[in-house]
């Protein structure tokens, strides 16, 4: 998996209920990922990061939230205003100039109870 | 924005034969094309790349063909195995727009299973 490391595997959320799920690379990327997957929908991108302290809301933003405080770190809180939750997730990073490829986690399922 | 069409959704095919998954896209601006193989329960993994400037390219069984003026490309797996069933996916993306940080713009994804 590159060097992406995703935790927990599963997470279980009660309602009303935030979670965060965690997201670090020790591959030195600059830009960083998350996407939502959906059985029969692909991949759909929620946010993404360049540098610390900047990101930017992708195609499904609504009810996510994300920081950036360090370069290796992004992670990814699943607010109470998602009523739709229940998805695998995955982030992932790319080194920024010179590179292209994307290289992704393992991914957290997130359950509701 | 980019818009990735792939077709089709599942494929079948018996081990040793080969199998081609199709994809177009909308934005002629998009220069980089990536391939990805994802076994269920993990992410992704990245199989093969074509940029552009590149009308085909082959990794052992597996070869990426572009045709820029149709915006379409193909996967092609040659004397396919049972361990290639897996979910694969095309992408499209500009990586040197920087408004976008290169983001990936995905197709829904072709379920492959090779019977042995």
């Known amino acids: 998996d590159g060097g992406i490391t995703q935790s927990p595997k599963y997470l279980f959320r009660k309602e009303g209920q935030n979670v965060t799920l965690s997201c670090e690379q020790n591959?030195?990327?600059?830009?960083m990922y998350w996407y939502r997957q959906d059985p029969g929908q692909g991949l759909r991108l929620i946010y993404y990061s360049q540098i610390v302290n900047d990101f930017q809301k992708g195609d499904i933003a609504e009810g996510y939230s994300v920081s950036r405080e360090k370069k290796e770190s992004f992670p990814l809180t699943v607010t109470s205003a998602q009523k739709n939750p229940t998805a695998f997730y995955l982030c992932a990073s790319r080194v920024w100039g010179g590179g292209e490829t994307q290289y992704f986690g393992p991914g957290t399922r997130l359950l509701v109870l | 924005g980019e818009n990735v069409e792939q077709h089709p959704s599942t494929l079948s095919v018996q081990e040793g034969d080969s199998a081609v998954i199709k994809c177009t896209y909308s934005d002629s601006a998009s220069n980089y094309f990536p391939w990805y193989k994802q076994e269920l329960g993990k992410g992704p993994q990245l199989i093969i790349d074509i940029r552009s400037n590149v009308g085909e390219k082959k990794d052992q069984r597996i070869a990426v063909t572009l045709n820029k003026t149709a915006k379409h490309f193909s996967l092609h797996i040659t004397e396919t195995q049972p361990e290639d069933s897996a979910v694969y996916f095309c992408?499209?993306?500009?990586?040197?727009?920087?408004?976008?940080?290169?983001?990936?713009?995905f197709g829904r994804g072709t379920q492959l299973t090779v019977w042995p």
């Open positions: 992408a499209a993306s500009n990586p040197d727009r920087g408004s976008t940080l290169g983001r990936l713009y």
């Open positions: 591959l030195n990327h600059d830009a």
